[in-house]
């Protein structure tokens, strides 16, 4: 599976913006997919997890109950819809897909198997 993430630019503090993360090379994506982001100078950071059927998803406690993370399977693509953003959200951003069945939504950036490029957000205070 390749992964393109996109919908990245540049925001003022309190803004939104809805990230897309377009999957090719396969029939299916029904496999557990992952946004993640990295600041500079920064490690890679879990941000929001969805599970195959999109009935599950978990969310790093920094973003929780601004972002929404979904996924439309027909299309074979994973969202991130980004609310009150704040300067501190400011990274690059990589959707990532893993081929394990795990029984639940996973955060480890070594639990994924194949990244996307970045799409950069850079949100303005």
């Known amino acids: 599976v390749q992964l393109q993430a996109s919908g990245g630019g540049l925001v003022q503090a309190g803004g939104s913006l809805r990230l897309s993360c377009a999957a090719s090379g396969s029939t299916s994506i029904n496999y557990h997919m992952g946004w993640f982001r990295q600041a500079p100078g920064k490690e890679r950071e879990f941000v929001a997890g969805i599970n195959w059927s999109g009935s599950s998803t978990y969310y790093a406690d920094s973003v929780k109950g601004r972002f929404t993370i979904s996924r439309d399977n027909a299309k074979n693509t994973v969202y991130l819809q980004m609310n009150s953003l704040k300067p501190e959200d400011t990274a690059v951003y990589y959707c990532?897909?893993?081929?394990?069945?795990?029984?639940?939504?996973?955060?480890?950036?070594?639990?994924?198997?194949?990244w996307g490029r970045g799409t950069l957000v850079t949100v303005s205070s």
């Open positions: 990532a897909v893993t081929y394990n069945h795990f029984s639940r939504v996973v955060a480890g950036t070594a639990e994924y198997d194949s």
